[in-house]
């Protein structure tokens, strides 16, 4: 990504309504839909300037890989002991043998070798494991946002599925979220477009702006994995692997 992305992230990260809603949604998929043992090891693989480290760290003890420097650097800080350099698919040795959970959120559309990035983190779980993916959804929603992120594709959901194929893991959950936003987030796009506009941030927000937005985002926390979610801005996946 480029360097003013992880800038944004460090810098929003607490406030932005789709980081903190964001969070809101993964945590509860994750309480409800991940079956973890008495002191479950947790990685985070892809994981930024650290802003998910708190949440999982909800659920057990936290490793975490990333490739940028700095950004690496930032994310040590957050979890207070080291956070290992990683270029998917390769993994380096990791603290834990295993895990119970892996958290790759966000990444898999930056991976140009994505079925081989799936595989190598299924090897990395314990039996029974599980690992939750998010990404961006719809190819036609492609824009300059996706250029300076450094995406490789935008998933939908027969294409995320496909890249699972082959990996060991059972898929358990298929879903859009981020989708009561987004026919709103469809017409920014557009008008963003048309203004010349296209991939400036909204960090300009007003405070109730970003707030209802929060709590618009957040309610989905209510609905994934109870009914059928419409198109999102994002996909995500939860699979595991097989028990021994």
Do not use: K
């Given at each position: ?117 799936l595989a190598a983190i299924a090897g990395r779980l314990a039996p029974g494991g ?115």
């Amino acid at each position: 990504m480029e360097r003013g992305i992880y800038d944004h992230m460090a810098a929003h990260a607490g406030s932005h309504w789709w980081y903190v809603a964001r969070r809101q949604v993964l945590a509860d998929v994750i309480a409800r839909h991940v079956p973890l043992p008495p002191a479950p090891s947790v990685l985070e693989i892809g994981c930024g300037t650290g802003h998910n480290l708190g949440m999982l760290g909800q659920f057990g003890t936290v490793d975490a890989v990333e490739l940028d420097d700095d950004a690496r650097a930032l994310a040590t800080r957050a979890l207070g002991r080291a956070v290992l350099p990683a270029r998917l698919p390769d993994l380096p040795p990791l603290p834990a043998a295993r895990y119970d959970l892996i958290a790759l959120l966000d990444v898999l559309e930056h991976v140009p070798e994505d079925r081989a990035t799936l595989a190598a983190i299924a090897g990395r779980l314990a039996p029974g494991g599980s690992l939750l993916v998010t990404v961006p959804q719809h190819q036609w929603m492609w824009s300059s946002h996706d250029v300076a992120n450094h995406h490789v594709r935008r998933y939908d959901q027969a294409s995320l599925a496909e890249a699972f194929a082959g990996s060991g893991m059972q898929l358990r959950l298929l879903t859009s979220f981020n989708s009561l936003l987004f026919p709103l987030a469809v017409a920014q796009r557009l008008a963003s477009r048309i203004s010349g506009r296209e991939g400036r941030q909204d960090d300009d927000l007003a405070a109730p702006v970003n707030a209802l937005f929060r709590t618009i985002f957040s309610l989905e926390r209510h609905l994934i994995g109870r009914v059928p979610m419409p198109p999102g801005l994002s996909l995500l996946a939860l699979a595991s692997l097989p028990q021994a």
